[in-house]
């Protein structure tokens, strides 16, 4: 099962609040004596020419690395633990197979075999009860991968969704086995796994970075008539999200900024295109992996019903801005007590500019 974690258009924003709702926090990785004696990450790698490849028509993977040590996948994150759920794995393996511009991944647990196994062999494990492969180190130090599934990158059950024909496309080639890699600096395997999803400069440090436990923020958009007159499916005019003095007085009283953001309380204001109506909402939020999770923490009217699942997700904007989404109508343009599921309108992902406090005034 790959484990990729893409944000790409403003369509695709609504998919990264809800494929991050079970994250687990990493624990620490156990480190093999056996392929790292010092105890420091260690990396093996291959990549195969031209001429290996034509002599071997049925080998798709041309690339091959496996690192062992911490998470070289996840990036820094908006979870105190910079953890976007590698669960303690310390067998990470990608493989680039022939005309593909990036690699597939996977990651899970080595440990050494049980007595009788082949000396100083390493099982490598993943969820599920799966199979990554079986590793050794050669008396040249290189090390040996077998054992390694074909079908690595589908999912169990994948053949009866895609069909024999498309199951057997999709794996690797009959002779991806039986590899032979050569021990290299730790920072190739770095470089090879930020292939996998390069990371973009323009955005810069996380939120939780970027803005601080004891200082208020103010973020917000003004719609211009032309860009409503273009979305006539949205509801929002101008909205706000901010942290003011009471805020930042209340994270100081009852928060811990070594956690932080966790507990962070911010306001949402709205006014709506629909007769001028202003709106406000209060929030919670939580670090999940790469966004904060934000959930509404009062209702309209001092109504009584269940808040849990009215939640926004904030992540950080190429150039300083914030992305706000919105998948289950959970900002205040309706009662929330009375809101339906799933966001209808074209009120669903927002990019906001930083804004002065005054902007944000209540």
Not at 58 to 70: D, E, T
Not at 248 to 273: E, I, K, Q, Y
Not at 284 to 293: F, L, V
Not at 344 to 355: G, I, N, T
Request: proline share 5%; with cysteine.
């Amino acid at each position: 099962m790959t484990t990729s974690r893409k944000i790409a258009a403003t369509a695709a924003a609504i998919v990264w609040v809800l494929a991050l709702a079970g994250t687990v926090r990493a624990d620490e990785p156990r480190i093999l004596k056996e392929l790292s004696p010092d105890g420091a990450a260690a990396c093996f790698g291959r990549i195969y020419d031209a001429s290996h490849l034509k002599t071997h028509p049925h080998q798709k993977v041309a690339r091959i690395f496996f690192y062992h040590g911490p998470d070289p996948v996840s990036r820094p994150s908006e979870d105190p633990t910079d953890g976007l759920g590698s669960a303690g794995y310390n067998g990470f393996m990608t493989t680039t197979v022939r005309g593909a511009s990036k690699p597939e991944w996977v990651g899970g647990w080595c440990n050494g075999q049980e007595e009788g196994a082949e000396k100083n062999a390493i099982h490598c494990g993943m969820e599920c009860d799966r199979t990554m492969a079986d590793v050794s180190l050669d008396a040249k130090g290189r090390l040996k991968v077998d054992a390694f599934d074909r079908y690595i990158y589908l999912d169990a059950g994948a053949e009866d969704e895609l069909g024999k024909a498309e199951y057997e496309r999709r794996a690797l080639g009959t002779d991806d086995n039986g590899f032979l890699l050569e021990r290299r600096p730790v920072a190739d395997c770095k470089a090879e796994f930020a292939r996998i999803a390069p990371a973009n400069p323009a955005l810069g440090d996380p939120l939780r970075i970027r803005l601080k436990p004891d200082q208020p923020f103010c973020f917000g958009r003004d719609y211009s008539a032309e860009h409503l007159a273009s979305h006539p499916e949205q509801v929002t005019q101008s909205i706000r999200i901010f942290r003011g003095a009471a805020q930042v007085a209340s994270f100081s009283a009852r928060g811990d900024a070594a956690d932080w953001p966790n507990g962070a309380d911010l306001v949402v204001a709205m006014t709506t295109r629909k007769g001028g109506a202003k709106a406000t909402q209060s929030y919670s939020c939580q670090g999940e992996a790469d966004q904060w999770r934000c959930v509404a923490t009062t209702a309209a009217g001092g109504a009584s019903c269940d808040l849990s699942e009215k939640e926004i997700y904030l992540r950080r904007g190429a150039n300083g801005t914030m992305m706000l989404a919105n998948p289950k109508e959970s900002l205040p343009l309706v009662d929330l007590c009375q809101a339906g599921s799933d966001t209808k309108s074209d009120d669903r992902v927002f990019r906001l500019e930083a804004m002065p406090q005054s902007a944000c005034s209540q």
